[in-house]
């Protein structure tokens, strides 16, 4: 596709719950990042992916963040058990070459209630 | 990291040019500028970036100053549809290509 595709658009989960964050880069790109958009402007890197493959995961919290970009499969990021700071926007962006202009999808609102 | 500063907000009639002022002093010699808006609601959307050399757009125009240390984004006319928050980011050459943001500039447009 011609753009990123992220759903769901708004998740809603209670304190202790997983939540599945999904993002469709596009056709082509090679490379996909996330962000956490937590206060209204501030962003922050969690991980990327050159293809299936980590190339940076040095903002993920790893005891209970995980994510995926599997090959024909739209990539994922995973929160077991999700605590009340996880409230965020997260967003996923790809790009065709690594450090060109990246593309961002509209983002998933996620609420830990 | 290098850091940006940016004015929180600024305002500014419709169909008038736009100065955007960013502040990098401790910028790098490998690291590019780059601009990203994000309109409401919706993610970031790229508008331009360089290196050194003052760089245009369909968008919009970055000067960057001969020391590097600061960059101006320029809109030639805004519309109101240029409303957005606006961010100067430095992204490291070599690095392993993640942005880093700042706070960002809100760019309110007086119709």
């Not at chain 1, 490379?31 to 890197?45: A, P, R």
């Not at chain 1, 940076?56 to 790893?62: F, N, R, Y």
């Not at chain 1, 995980?66 to 409230?87: F, G, H, R, V, W």
């Not at chain 1, 070459?97 to 209630?113: D, S």
Request: hydrophobic share 35%; with cysteine.
């Amino acid at each position: 596709g011609e753009e990123v595709a992220q759903t769901p658009k708004h998740l809603v989960r209670g304190e202790g719950q997983k939540a599945k964050l999904y993002c469709a880069p596009i056709k082509g790109h090679s490379y996909v990042f996330w962000y956490q958009q937590v206060l209204k402007n501030e962003f922050k890197f969690l991980i990327s992916f050159q293809n299936e493959n980590v190339f940076d995961e040095t903002g993920m919290p790893k005891e209970r963040f995980s994510a995926k970009c599997l090959p024909n499969s739209p990539c994922s990021l995973e929160i077991q058990a999700t605590k009340l700071e996880d409230s965020a926007v997260y967003f996923c962006a790809s790009s065709r070459v690594r450090g060109t202009e990246a593309f961002f999808g509209q983002g998933t609102r996620l609420t830990v209630v | 990291d290098a850091k940006t500063t940016q004015p929180n907000s600024m305002e500014s009639n419709e169909e008038e040019p736009v100065h955007l002022p960013c502040n990098h002093s401790t910028i790098s010699g490998t690291d590019y500028i780059h601009w990203y808006r994000q309109l409401p609601s919706q993610g970031p959307e790229y508008v331009i970036h360089g290196l050194t050399s003052n760089v245009n757009n369909r968008m919009a125009s970055l000067a960057i100053a001969e020391d590097r240390k600061s960059s101006t984004l320029i809109l030639h006319r805004a519309t109101l549809r240029d409303a957005a928050v606006y961010y100067c980011i430095l992204r490291a050459r070599g690095s392993n290509y993640q942005l880093i943001w700042g706070a960002g500039t809100k760019l309110i447009i007086k119709p």
